[in-house]
């Protein structure tokens, strides 16, 4: 049985934007990205589910062309894809997220951030959550649902 999700997909995106602004200083860092975003949104939704940590958002997992997307996500950034902004109201909203939820968001951070935005949509095009969302790329804008991506991440990534 599935826990209700613990946070708001906004609130995971603000957190992944904070986390990024700390790691942009690293040598061959790749900057955060609407892309990278949605795909390391993706990734975490994954791995909470996987460890039987219930969901970490609720909004839906969309499969579009280019990987999973969290749609509410997508409108909140679309007019800036490479320039995703935090702003000082939103800043303590981070703190709403736990230490335990934080360190496992962290570990997907380190694991899938050092990626580029398109090593990341590759990967989620050919990994079976998507690949049967989309029937093999044929069908678009279905939901990938979330039985898919936990059987996916305990099996692959977990």
């Known amino acids: ?36 975003l949605l795909k390391l949104m993706y990734y975490a939704e994954g791995s909470f589910l996987a ?7 609720s909004e839906p997992i969309i499969a579009w062309r280019h990987g999973p997307v969290i749609k509410c996500v997508w409108d909140l950034y ?24 934080q360190d496992l968001v962290e570990d997907v951070f380190q694991t899938f951030g050092q990626l580029s935005a398109w ?7 050919q990994e079976s959550p998507w690949i049967k969302a989309t029937n093999n790329g044929e069908i678009m804008n279905r939901e990938i649902k979330r039985e898919l991506i936990k059987a996916y991440f305990k099996e692959n990534y977990i």
Do not use: V
């Open 1 to 36: 049985m599935e826990h209700a999700a613990k946070y708001t997909a906004k609130q995971i995106a603000h957190w992944f934007i904070w986390r990024d602004k700390i790691a942009e200083d690293m040598e061959g860092w790749d900057p955060l990205s609407l892309l990278k």
């Open 51 to 57: 460890t039987e940590c219930g969901s970490l958002f």
């Open 78 to 101: 679309a007019d800036s894809p490479y320039s995703l902004p935090l702003s000082d109201d939103e800043k303590p909203q981070l703190n709403l997220i736990c230490k335990e939820d």
């Open 119 to 125: 090593k990341l949509r590759n990967m989620t095009l």
